[in-house]
């Protein structure tokens, strides 16, 4: 709404549904455009093929007035040729990858886990024209304050209603989606459950029920 296209950085907590939508959207985008080039990259090969997985099945359920003529399927790349457009998912381990390509739709998936993360990414965001209508998703759980995903997000401008709040940041905008966001992040806590000074005032600050917070400690336990 505000740029013409979208930049977006995101922290998630793990099953929360953020690459399913993502997935969605690249989906969705290709078999509505002529000439368009989705990317998806994962951090691992077995991600890679479950993330191709999830797109397929929405292929397969699609309503047959909107789904396209399929031309090439080889369970990493989906061509649409009437259309002219791809889908494509490749694994981070190539420096290489992306590189002469141009691309509308990129998904990077756990980028906090790409082995060489700079190289890669200057690889395929290359490949992603500064243009109106182009997409960009960089998506991770978190890894520690280091490294390319995080110098990335320091980058980043927070979300507000306005667009972005810093005109000097890289005009990505800043996603975080956390845990407790989750309903089924929360197990019955027992009666005699103590908060210790550290999640009295962590259930205080995030308004968390005690159900949660036993949810969290034992995960953190």
Not at 127 to 143: G, H, K, R
Request: net charge negative; proline share 4%.
């Amino acid at each position: 709404h505000h740029t013409g296209k979208v930049r977006i950085i995101g922290v998630k907590g793990r099953q929360q549904g953020f690459s399913t939508v993502v997935q969605a959207r690249a989906y969705w985008r290709t078999i509505h455009n002529e000439a368009y080039y989705s990317a998806i990259m994962a951090h691992l090969a077995s991600s890679s093929q479950a993330l191709f997985g999830m797109t397929k099945r929405y292929h397969d359920h699609c309503p047959e007035d909107l789904k396209p003529y399929t031309g090439h399927d080889n369970g990493l790349i989906m061509r649409f040729p009437d259309l002219d457009s791809q889908y494509s998912v490749s694994t981070a381990g190539s420096k290489s990858s992306g590189r002469g390509t141009t691309a509308s739709f990129f998904h990077g998936s756990e980028v906090a886990f790409f082995d060489d993360g700079a190289e890669i990414a200057s690889g395929i965001m290359q490949a992603i024209p500064n243009a109106d209508d182009t997409e960009i998703f960089l998506e991770s759980t978190a890894d520690g304050a280091s490294g390319y995903f995080y110098s990335q997000w320091m980058l980043a401008a927070p979300a507000t209603q306005s667009g972005l709040a810093d005109p000097d940041a890289s005009g990505f905008i800043r996603v975080f989606v956390p845990w407790f966001w989750q309903d089924e992040y929360a197990e019955p806590a027992p009666d005699d459950m103590v908060y210790n000074d550290e999640e009295e005032k962590y259930a205080r600050l995030y308004g968390l029920s005690r159900d949660q917070m036993f949810w969290r400690r034992k995960k953190l336990s």
